[in-house]
């Protein structure tokens, strides 16, 4: 699980979406066929901030009325930081809010929601393999023993009232 897991972080840092949705779709499968293969939420990071710089270069483009709001914004916030990240991001919105207080235009951008970048996947409680046997064989066979020790102790308890 850890390398299909590892797998899905390095499609999300390469940015290819088909190849991202085929690693999470390889480790759904694994994870759903597998008893205890529970994993934490992975969160696909990259590829956020890539849709998010995306929105907000479309949002600056000149085919937007308030491009050249956009563009400000940009080119006071870009000095600051060295990449695009999400100090970046709330500083280019921050620079907007305050530009327009009338009319927010920050307030036209629409960012895509982060939980849409979250995915978690659970494992079943028992699969119908090796490990899954073994367990299944296990329990009988402490079923047995404890069946076993309660007759015992039945038969003790009837043969001590029985001869006494």
């Not at 890539?50 to 009325?65: F, K, L, V, W």
């Not at 050249?68 to 280019?92: H, W």
């Not at 009319?103 to 494992?123: C, E, G, I, M, Q």
Request: hydrophobic share 40%; charged share 20%; proline share 4%.
């Amino acid at each position: 699980m850890t390398d299909r897991r590892a797998a899905v972080l390095a499609a999300d840092k390469d940015g290819n979406a088909e190849v991202i949705k085929q690693r999470l779709y390889e480790l759904q499968r694994y994870v759903s066929s597998h008893m205890n293969a529970d994993m934490d939420s992975i969160y696909l990071e990259n590829q956020y901030r890539r849709d998010s710089e995306r929105i907000m270069t479309q949002a600056g483009s000149d085919e937007n009325p308030n491009g050249n709001i956009y563009k400000k914004a940009q080119e006071v916030c870009a000095p600051r930081f060295s990449g695009y990240s999400d100090a970046y991001l709330q500083c280019t919105v921050d620079y907007l809010a305050q530009y327009s207080p009338a009319n927010n235009p920050a307030s036209t951008v629409a960012l895509p929601k982060a939980d849409t970048y979250r995915h978690s996947f659970a494992s079943p409680l028992w699969t119908p393999d090796f490990a899954g046997w073994s367990v299944l064989i296990c329990l009988l066979i402490i079923l047995m023993i404890i069946g076993r020790l309660v007759g015992l102790l039945v038969l003790r308890a009837i043969l001590k009232t029985r001869y006494r």
